[in-house]
Nanobody, 122 residues
Framework: VQLQASGGGLVQAGGSLRLSCAAS????????MGWFRQAPGKEREFVAV????????RYADFVKGRFSVSRDNTKNTVYLQMDSLKPVDTAVYYC????????????????WGQGTLVTVSS
């Protein structure tokens, strides 16, 4: 199983980026998928999760109203649209897929991508 994240880069504060994460090796249409991030010197933190069907989403408070998670099960891909970016959003963003749950991601029971770096300049 492989999760390949892409779309990171350098953007000015207030700008937008769209991250993609394509899964291969198995289908995740019955599993929750989502995003975490890790800033330099900090622990990895939850950003967003989307249920297997896409009917339910949940966000960390610090991204509500700015980020949007979606998925395309025909492409086995999850997306993260990031708007109104702030310098504090600078981090490596990791996509993740639950090994078993259609609703949530447990870190110890998940697949992880390699991460994509997002840098927001002020």
């Amino acid at each position: 199983v492989q999760l390949q994240a892409s779309g990171g880069g350098l953007v000015q504060a207030g700008g937008s980026l769209r991250l993609s994460c394509a899964a291969s090796g198995r289908t995740f249409s019955s599993n929750a998928m989502g995003w975490f991030r890790q800033a330099p010197g900090k622990e990895r933190e939850f950003v967003a999760v989307i249920s297997s069907s896409g009917s339910s989403t949940r966000y960390a408070d610090f991204v509500k109203g700015r980020f949007s998670v979606s998925r395309d099960n025909t492409k086995n891909t999850v997306y993260l649209q990031m708007d109104s970016l702030k310098p504090v959003d600078t981090a490596v963003y990791y996509c993740s897929a639950s090994r078993s749950s259609p609703w949530y991601i447990e870190r110890q029971n998940a697949y992880w991508g390699q991460g994509t770096l997002v840098t927001v300049s002020s």
